[in-house]
């Protein structure tokens, strides 16, 4: 059996108070997996992630990372528990090298070894390497999203979230991109990707849950979810379907 | 024109740039305007005079002139000790006032909130030691000539010394330390700094501690060039923010500069216009830059 690194249940949040966004979104990310979100402009793929993050408040419902509940974890803690995030769009300091950005993420740790962890990552990202005086503002778009994702990866996460990596890049990149997160889950990190880029985010995932309306409509594994009528009637159909939130699970 | 102006100039800009540093930082991590930093300065002021006494009663030796300068050690181990003091104070009015208006949102009121606080602890000032002013020490100090026409006094020397001193270690903290780094992350981007690890509150704790200090700083270096009075550092709140807003505000080494430019602007204008113009220099300098140069000569962003 398959142990679950991060289990979302029944998950409610929202920015205002009354207002919630997520209406009970239930997700989860097995060890050694990509898992996907899929959804419509919207749905609250974002808000999802973000609350997960501890950026959005919660309502009700349960996060677990392990068998630990971090529901009520405050966002600057999660990286200590071993949950780290890129979020959708300024997930970079562009007002800093890229070296400050990198050592930024080391100092949290408060050890010597995460420094060490720097020169790996440059390692692993030799782009980042040559490029490490340079301001992050004036990183290409390719470029900044890899930045984004070593400096989250300097901790050592368990799970590594991810909001769109692939928004605003020309298929060629996306495809650079997304070549690492297989390097990243290949070395036992489980990985958990929110994506509108539905076609590249099946190509690498192992399993894919689709949102709608602030909860999760479908699930399934990745490999027959690009088959399935439903991806394709939200995906590629003209219509505007809507998916029954609870009949519609497998 | 006789050149004297610049060193006096210099002199005031020194005192200047070390409040306008407390009013970038806090500015650019709170994005809040706080009218009562020039407090900061009197309460630093004051709070040394105080620390200077109990030392002289504890070692009269203390306050005897060391060396050429008008005030012994015991009003520098006072000024370090008050540095502490008013970094806490600042400290406190944060978590007793500033922090649970910003947790409300509007940010206007928190503004406003600094102007009342600014007026209370200036009259907390005025109530404790009256208005009259006092001194750290009043021994009159001779001028030497560094340069043709220029002369300075062994204070203001000092002065402009740990001026720099003080500028270069705060530049050394931003741009070489972990807390450095996470102060510039926190001002640009609150939330990813959150993601990254970053604990924000303590930012921010550090922010006014820094900031309350120097500002202590500078009301030491006022009160050892001027005088000690309840108004010293409000009267300062000004040029201030001319400074911060000149050098770009978020910018530490512009705070400065900004100051250099005030201070020496006002000099000028005292010998060449008159003494009456001072307080005029750093509004018209102000009301400049925000219609030629909002984001001042350093800034990024306004
Ligand atoms: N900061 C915010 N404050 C208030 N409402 C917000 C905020 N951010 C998003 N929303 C609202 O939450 C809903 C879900 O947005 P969210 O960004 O989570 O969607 P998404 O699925 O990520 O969409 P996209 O694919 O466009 O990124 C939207 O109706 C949006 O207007
Ligand atoms: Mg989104």
Redesign the interface.
């Known amino acids: 059996m398959k142990t679950t690194v991060l289990r979302v249940e029944n998950l409610v949040a929202g920015y205002e108070p009354g207002l919630p966004i997520l209406n009970g979104a239930s997700i989860h990310v097995n060890a050694g997996e990509i898992a996907t979100v899929l959804g419509p402009n919207g749905a609250g793929k974002s808000t999802l992630i973000k609350a997960i993050a501890g950026l959005v408040p919660k309502v009700s419902g349960q996060v677990c990372l392990g068998d630990r509940d971090i529901t009520d974890v405050p966002a600057h803690r999660m990286i200590g528990n071993g949950l780290a995030f890129v979020p959708q769009t300024e997930n970079v300091f562009a007002t800093m090298t890229v070296d400050d950005n990198l050592r930024l993420a080391a100092g949290v740790m408060r050890s010597k070894s995460a420094l060490v962890r720097v020169d790996e990552l440059y390692g692993f990202f030799p782009d980042l390497a040559r490029q490490r005086r340079l301001l992050a503002g004036r990183l290409s778009g390719g470029q900044r999203q890899m930045l984004a994702v070593a400096r989250a990866l300097i901790v050592s996460p368990t799970v590594l979230m991810l909001d769109e990596p692939s928004a605003g890049l020309s298929p060629k990149l996306v495809e650079i991109v997304f070549q690492k997160l297989l390097e990243i889950r290949a070395t036992g990190i489980s990985i958990l990707l929110v994506e509108q880029n539905v076609r590249a985010a099946l190509g690498i995932a192992d399993r894919a849950t689709i949102m709608v309306e602030g909860r999760n409509a479908h699930e399934g594994a990745a490999a027959t979810l690009a088959d399935d009528p439903i991806v394709a009637s939200l995906y590629l159909g003209a219509s505007k379907a809507r998916l029954p939130a609870t009949e519609a699970r497998p | 024109m006789n050149p004297q102006f610049i060193a006096d100039g210099l002199v005031a800009g020194a005192m200047i740039g070390l409040g306008a540093i407390g009013v970038t930082l806090t500015y650019s991590i709170l994005r809040f305007s706080n009218f009562a930093h020039g407090e900061f300065i009197s309460w630093g002021a004051y709070a040394t005079l105080l620390t200077a006494g109990l030392i002289g009663y504890l070692a009269p030796s203390s306050n005897e002139g060391y060396g050429p300068f008008s005030v012994g050690w015991g009003v520098l181990v006072a000024g370090l000790i008050a540095m502490v003091l008013t970094g806490l104070l600042a400290v406190l009015l944060d978590r007793l006032l500033f922090r649970r208006l910003r947790r409300k949102g509007a940010s206007i009121t928190v503004v406003m909130a600094s102007f009342g606080a600014s007026m209370a602890l200036r009259a907390l000032l005025e109530f404790l030691f009256t208005s009259s002013p006092r001194y750290f020490s009043r021994d009159l100090q001779i001028a030497v000539p560094v340069v043709p026409g220029i002369r300075v006094t062994p204070d203001q020397m000092a002065l402009l010394g740990m001026t720099v001193t003080l500028a270069l270690a705060v530049h050394l903290i931003l741009t070489q330390t ?1 807390m450095g ?2 102060m ?2 926190v001002s ?2 609150p ?10 509150d303590h930012v921010i704790h550090i922010t006014w501690l820094l900031g309350g200090a120097l500002a202590c700083a500078s009301g030491v270096m006022l009160g050892l060039v001027v005088q000690i009075r309840p108004y010293m550092g409000f009267d300062m709140l000004l040029p201030l923010f001319a400074s911060a807003i000149l050098g770009g505000i978020g910018s530490v080494p512009g705070a400065i500069i900004g100051a250099l430019v005030v201070g020496v602007s006002e000099a000028a204008t005292v010998q060449l216009i008159g003494a009456e113009w001072r307080a005029a220099v750093a509004f018209l300098l102000l009301i400049a830059v925000l219609l030629i140069r909002p984001s001042g000569l350093f800034g ?1 962003r306004v």
């Open positions: 972990h780094r996470s510039r992350a640009e981007n939330a990813l700094a959150r993601v990254l690890g970053i604990d924000i990024k």
